[in-house]
């Protein structure tokens, strides 16, 4: 499994961003795929997580409201909508593929390399 993240940036504090995770055939028919992000000298967090299908989400409160998580099986690629962005959403965001249905970052086994969300006040 192999996944690759894009569409970080920076942005004024209310702006926002679009995240891609594209992923290879198999990985929609037989992973969970998650949003992580970890800001400096913190532990990674959960952000949001989607179903194989696309019908079922989940999102940790602190984003809920504000991201939106989808996927789109054509492209093999999971986004994540940034809207009303706040300073503290200011970390780096990973996508991750995992055979669980989970909010921890050890029941995804697979990672794409991480894009930079920078958000100013």
């Known amino acids: 499994v192999q996944l690759q993240a894009s569409g970080g940036g920076s942005v004024q504090a209310g702006g926002s961003l679009r995240l891609s995770c594209a992923a290879d055939v198999r990985t929609f028919d037989n992973y969970y795929m998650g949003w992580f992000r970890q800001a400096p000298g913190k532990e990674r967090e959960f952000v949001a997580a989607?179903?194989?299908?696309?019908?079922?989400?989940n999102y940790a409160d602190s984003v809920r409201g504000r991201f939106t998580i989808s996927s789109d099986k054509a492209k093999n690629t999971v986004f994540l909508q940034l809207n009303t962005l706040k300073p503290e959403d200011t970390a780096i965001y990973y996508c991750?593929?995992?055979?669980?249905?989970?909010?921890?970052?050890?029941?995804?086994?697979?990672w794409g390399q991480g894009t930079q969300v920078t958000v100013s006040s």
């Open positions: 989607i179903n194989w299908s696309g019908r079922s989400t």
């Open positions: 991750a593929a995992g055979s669980r249905w989970s909010i921890q970052p050890t029941s995804y086994a697979y």
